[in-house]
């Protein structure tokens, strides 16, 4: 079972660089998130997408984009990169019922960015 | 608004010792409360969860009580074994997503 696939696992870009982190899950979930993980920091709710159409800022959105662009798929991007954006990202995804539903979340592996 | 306050790690335990770590949150209206877990090198798994006061979650020997009156979560397990070696998070979830403490990494040295 592939449950959440997030690509790519490694990318080092030069301060100013644009790239797209993508995630995919195939369990029909109706949300989709996006944590940034930091030592010391936890982790942290960059942008999520309670339902396909909607997306919402979470508490770290400056810098960022995201686009669901279907149900099955939620994408990041990083407009101008910069060194604090150097980071762990994951994509997680939950089922039926919306936010307040109390099932659990479904984790990828994690892209590890650094920004030069 | 929502948080969550972990101790502090990392933790170093010898085989067989007994495992506490603390949790405690603040959450307006009545939180769903989780633990989850992170082995090296992978994305956060659910590890247990408790959906009301008083309700225990438990998996692989581990447990958890949510206990509304001192608005805690703590984790136990009663012997740790070396594959325990992880980093563990709280999490709770009430009307939002899901909101994490800052880990607490466990380490279980033979």
């Known amino acids: 079972n592939a449950g959440v696939t997030q690509t790519p696992k490694f990318q080092v870009l030069k301060t100013g660089q644009s790239m797209t982190l993508q995630c995919a899950q195939d369990?029909?979930?109706?949300?989709m998130y996006w944590y940034r993980q930091d030592p010391g920091m936890g982790l942290r709710l960059i942008y999520y997408s309670a339902s396909e159409g909607t997306t919402d800022k979470g508490e770290v959105p400056n810098g960022y984009n995201v686009s669901r662009l279907n149900k099955r798929e939620f994408s990041l991007r990083l407009e101008s990169a910069a060194p604090s954006q150097t980071s762990v990202y994951f994509c997680?995804?939950?089922?039926?019922?919306?936010?307040?539903?109390?099932?659990?979340?479904?984790f990828g592996e994690g892209s590890r960015l650094t920004v030069l | 608004g929502n948080s969550v306050t972990q101790m502090e790690g990392p933790v170093t335990l010898s085989e067989e010792a007994f495992l506490t770590i603390n949790c405690t949150y603040t959450a307006t209206g009545y939180p769903s409360l989780f633990w989850y877990v992170q082995y090296p090198g992978e994305g956060l798994q659910l590890l247990l969860k408790a959906t009301k006061a008083d309700d225990k979650g438990s998996n692989k020997g581990f447990e958890a009580t949510y206990r509304k009156e001192t608005t805690s979560f703590h984790l136990e397990k009663g012997s740790v074994q070396v594959s325990d070696s992880a980093v563990y998070f709280c999490?709770?979830?009430?009307?939002?997503?899901?909101?994490f403490g800052k880990g607490t990494r466990l380490s279980v040295i033979a």
């Open positions: 997680a995804s939950s089922g039926t019922g919306g936010l307040t539903n109390t099932g659990e979340l479904f």
């Open positions: 369990m029909n979930h109706n949300s």
């Open positions: 999490a709770l979830r009430a009307n939002t997503p899901l909101v």
